[in-house]
């Protein structure tokens, strides 16, 4: 595997439901992201790790928990989700110092 | 802080035609700047990328940028568009207080007419 990879690449959860999000580079980069992309909505930032250490939430709910076990290993843990939280979330990594950031392709999430 | 701003949340063009998509930035010191292209569920890839170096960037797909400080813009184009560049293109700015923070644009649908 090459790049970042995410899994799984669709999931169909309950609002009841727990579920984990996967997302791993193999790009040996510092950084890690998750993004929410959701239809008519900018990109949003939701957690930024570096060096394993989460360095910003930007105001997201408590049934989204992130969790960087190592630098090439990212999980978003999810729980109690609203239909509102239905959208395209999306990994990505980077060498930091102002560089590009690579994505993942996506989870696409919906939640009944 | 950066920011960016996408003029245009779609834009058709012809195909054949000159793409011509807009971006500008405001940042206090010279920033990196960034088009990232996104196809239907997929993810965001770089198109191509500035870093100080030349002000004209050439990227995939036949796609260029031009870095105009005094414009405070980074404008993508590509002279003849093709079906196949149907997508929505982000640019980005990086966040200079943060160095590992990429600020997106609100992205722009691009939409090639036969």
């Known amino acids: 595997e090459t790049g970042v990879t995410q899994t799984p690449r669709h999931l169909v959860m309950g609002m009841t439901n727990k579920k984990s999000l996967k997302c791993e580079q193999h790009?040996?980069?510092?950084?890690m992201y998750w993004y929410k992309q959701s239809a008519k909505k900018p990109l949003e930032l939701m957690f930024v790790?570096?060096?394993?250490?989460?360095?910003e939430n930007n105001s997201v709910p408590s049934r989204f928990s992130p969790e960087c076990p190592n630098s090439s290993h990212l999980f978003l843990h999810l729980h109690t989700l609203q239909p509102e939280d239905s959208a395209l979330y999306l990994c990505?990594?980077?060498?930091?110092?102002?560089?590009?950031?690579?994505f993942g392709p996506g989870t696409r999430l919906t939640v009944l | 802080a950066q920011s960016v701003t996408q003029l245009g949340s779609h834009v058709s063009v012809s195909e054949g035609a000159l793409v011509l998509l807009r971006c500008n930035y405001s940042?206090?010191?010279?920033?990196?700047l960034f088009w990232y292209v996104q196809y239907p569920n997929q993810g965001l890839q770089l198109l191509l990328k500035?870093?100080?170096?030349?002000?004209l960037v050439k990227g995939i797909n036949g796609f260029e940028a031009e870095f105009k400080k005094s414009e405070t813009s980074f404008h993508l184009t590509k002279p003849s568009a093709h079906m196949s560049d149907a997508a929505e293109y982000f640019c980005?700015?990086?966040?200079?207080?943060?160095?590992?923070?990429?600020?997106f644009g609100k992205g722009t649908r691009l939409h090639i007419l036969p």
């Open positions: 990505a990594s980077s060498q930091g110092g102002g560089n590009e950031q690579f």
């Open positions: 790009l040996g980069h510092n950084a």
């Open positions: 790790y570096s060096l394993e250490e989460r360095v």
């Open positions: 940042s206090s010191v010279p920033p990196y």
């Open positions: 500035y870093t100080s170096a030349a002000t």
């Open positions: 980005a700015v990086s966040d200079t207080n943060r160095d590992d923070k990429i600020i």
